[in-house]
Structure formats: structure tokens, C-alpha cells
């Protein structure tokens, strides 16, 4: 019901920077909150950040001040901009909505297939 498509993954420097995009479609009534996890391999998932529809923003503390969160409710896009990439941020970036769908409604969790960022020294 709802299908979430990330791009912008690839490899950048360290020290450099790169931005993610999550394009939400589907059948929904809204998209609540969205936003980026990452999994290392050997690790298990973390969140890096999220955002709701209002704006409010949270943030893993490995990542604040050098991730920024933000999305247009008019395109249901989510981005991640990057920065000052370290070499723990590598990682398989997934994007995750909650959307509220169907009649009654209920809300739906929704994951994306991944983009890799991959550092070189």
C-alpha cells in the first residue's frame, strides 16, 4: 500500500558529503513520520533520523550537526543530507514511513529496499 524507492547512495571521501531521497507512493490517506535508518554489515539496525509531517526532527547524537532531516509533504519525499561523512557512517540507508491507509484506517509501517554509502579513505 505504500512503496518507498530511496537513490543518492554511492561512494563519497571522507570528509565529503552526499544527500539521500525516499519518494513515497502508493494508497494512503497520509504519511505521518518518515524517516532514515542504517544498517552496518554484522550490525543490527539503527535509527539515524526522523521527521514528522510538522517538521519536528530527531536525531541519532552519532550523526547531529552533520545529518540533516527534511522532507516536502507535496512530492511525499523524504531526503537525508550528509556531511563530514565519517567512516562509521557506511551503511545500507533505509527509508521507513508511517502512513495511515484504508478504511477504517489503520496505520501501516513501510521500509524501503536500501541505498548503500560506501566511504573511501
Known amino acids: 500500500q505504500v512503496q518507498l524507492v530511496e537513490s543518492g547512495g554511492g561512494l563519497v571521501q571522507a570528509g565529503g558529503s552526499l544527500k539521500l531521497s525516499c519518494v513515497a507512493s502508493?494508497?494512503?490517506?497520509?504519511?505521518?513520520?518518515m524517516g532514515w535508518y542504517r544498517q552496518a554489515p554484522g550490525k543490527q539496525r539503527e535509527v539515524v533520523a526522523t521527521?514528522?509531517?510538522?517538521?519536528?526532527?530527531n536525531y541519532a547524537d552519532s550523526v547531529k550537526g552533520r545529518f540533516t532531516i527534511s522532507r516536502d509533504n507535496a512530492k511525499n519525499t523524504v531526503y537525508l543530507e550528509i556531511n563530514s561523512l565519517k567512516p562509521e557512517d557506511p551503511a545500507n540507508y533505509y527509508c521507513?514511513?508511517?502512513?495511515?491507509?484504508?478504511?477504517?484506517?489503520?496505520?501501516?509501517?513501510?521500509w524501503g529496499q536500501g541505498t548503500q554509502v560506501t566511504v573511501s579513505s
Open positions: 502508493g494508497s494512503f490517506s497520509s504519511i505521518n513520520t
Open positions: 521527521i514528522t509531517s510538522g517538521g519536528t526532527t
Open positions: 521507513n514511513a508511517k502512513a495511515t491507509v484504508g478504511w477504517p484506517s489503520r496505520q501501516y509501517n513501510s
